[in-house]
């Protein structure tokens, strides 16, 4: 029976220095962790004690391998490898039965049901088939660790079948899984994101590989703090108390936080027109006049409104903190999210 010592530096080893050409290992090991979470300890202790593998179907990983990666691509356009132009057969399926636009809504909803057979049982064939055809290649590879400057499979963790499509998790993995299992996943999430840096420029990656259903803060109190402004930023329609609405400039899915400086007040159907899009039209250069009149306006106010000023500082990065946000408006041209022309 192999030791919790060397379960974990083979862990970490395939996390840290395992060859990968996207994230499919990190979302086999997010997996893996996630499923000996369910298991009760007695039941565990049980498997140890007949030596009995835990069998789980690639159809139940599979399913999980959309749920990780339908808000990453559907909700923050996270690039999960290098090659923009061949996204990894994950992607591919999601954006083929799900569509490229932006979606607001959870997974969960009722309506997404037909689609998310679909893609799960597309995800099984493409991911998860068989060694053989290379329709299965993050099962296998998952295992190869690094000896040196050579990989060799070292089958630690499980065994697999590809003819009755399942993984037998080794029993005293699935303890080990269950016992470290909150330090192991801060290591999968952290060496996810530390990879998806290489190749996204966005912003709160960690957050965004988590979970898709984040929290958001109040915003009523920017209504005090822009109190003045009794115009839309977008149309200069009067605003009515009721029907003031405090928008993000920069959507709130791509930039993830409540910044004075990208927060405009705006009136209901502007607001519900842009909804999570960005304000335009937009030039060949990803270029919009909104920017020039959101710069302005921090630029006239950001002496007089504290919140506002601050919050601007913390933007700089060094090179201005107007470039900051044409840098942030093209980013998200980029990573295609709808810009919708207004007023």
């Keep these: 029976m192999t030791d919790d010592k060397e379960l974990r530096h083979d862990f970490i080893s395939i996390l840290t220095k395992g ?18 979470q369910k298991c009760e300890l007695d039941y565990i202790n049980k498997k140890i004690m007949n030596n009995e593998k835990e069998i789980v179907d690639y159809q139940d990983i599979a ?32 954006t083929k039965v799900f ?5 607001p809504e959870s997974l969960t909803e009722p309506k997404f049901t037909k689609q998310i057979n679909l893609a799960q049982k597309e995800i099984r064939s493409k991911v998860f ?6 329709t299965s290649q993050v099962i296998p590879r998952f295992q190869n660790i690094m000896e040196g400057s050579k990989s060799k499979r070292k089958q630690i963790f499980y065994d697999y079948d590809d003819e009755k499509a399942h993984l037998e998790i080794k029993p005293e993995a699935l303890k080990f899984f269950h016992d470290n299992n909150s330090v192991l996943m801060k290591s999968v999430i952290l060496e996810w994101s530390k990879f998806l840096e290489k190749i996204n420029t966005l ?20 209504e005090e703090i822009f109190k003045d402004f009794r115009n839309c930023f977008y149309c200069n329609a009067s605003l009515d108390g ?19 400086w990208n927060l405009v007040l705006a009136c209901e159907g502007c607001n519900l027109k842009k909804s999570d899009s960005l304000a ?3 030039d060949v250069d990803y270029k919009s006049h909104w920017c020039d009149e959101l710069i302005k306006r921090n630029h006239d106010y950001r002496k007089e409104i504290k919140p506002l000023g601050k919050s601007l500082q ?6 201005g903190w107007d470039t900051e946000i044409n840098r942030h408006y093209r980013n998200c041209v980029e990573y295609g999210f709808n810009v919708v022309s207004l007023p």
């Design 129 to 134: 088939g068989k060694e053989s055809n290379k």
């Design 203 to 222: 912003p709160r990656l960690i957050a965004k590989v988590q979970s898709a259903d984040v929290s958001r803060s109040k915003l009523k109190k920017y």
């Design 19 to 36: 060859r990968k050409s996207n994230t499919y290992k990190f979302a086999l090991a997010r997996f893996l962790l996630e499923h000996s």
């Design 242 to 260: 009721p029907r003031t609405h405090v928008d993000h400039f920069i959507p709130w899915s791509y930039i993830f936080e409540d910044e004075a």
């Design 99 to 103: 569509g490229k636009k932006y979606i």
């Design 314 to 319: 913390d933007l700089d990065a060094g090179k």
């Design 280 to 282: 335009g039209p937009a």
């Design 63 to 94: 399913n999980m391998f959309l749920k990780y990666y339908w808000h990453q691509e559907c909700k923050y356009r996270i690039r999960q490898n290098h090659q923009k132009e061949k996204p990894p057969s994950v992607i591919t399926t999601i």
